[in-house]
């Protein structure tokens, strides 16, 4: 009973940390199907943090999720868009340098 509560606590505690980032905040939806996508993309950032996390802890590293989303949060990638003069557009991207927690993890 106790591991089911403190599951739960987690699952609370991603899915308020997911909302920002993914625009998860209460939505009203009119249709159906867009109600199911909305969960679906909920359900789904969540599966991928737990995998995370899984892997992360067969390698010993134990924080929680609102430790290890900030340090995630450090990496970005920035993709700028040009536009040739034949009409064709080039995209570039740069990803930053990740910082040795990251490195770590």
């Given at each position: ?13 991603v ?11 209460p ?17 789904l950032?969540?599966?991928?943090v ?56």
């Amino acid at each position: 009973m106790w591991r089911t509560y403190t599951m739960l606590t987690d699952l609370e505690a991603v899915f308020r940390s997911l909302k920002p980032g993914l625009g998860l905040r209460p939505i009203y939806h009119h249709r159906e199907d867009r109600a199911e996508g909305h969960l679906f993309i909920t359900v789904l950032a969540y599966q991928a943090v737990q995998v995370l996390r899984r892997r992360l802890k067969g390698h010993g590293f134990q924080e929680s999720w609102s430790t290890l989303r900030p340090i995630f949060a450090g990496q970005c990638r920035i993709t700028a868009a040009f536009r040739q003069k034949d009409g064709r557009t080039l995209h570039v991207g740069k990803t930053s340098a990740a910082e040795p927690k990251l490195k770590q993890l």
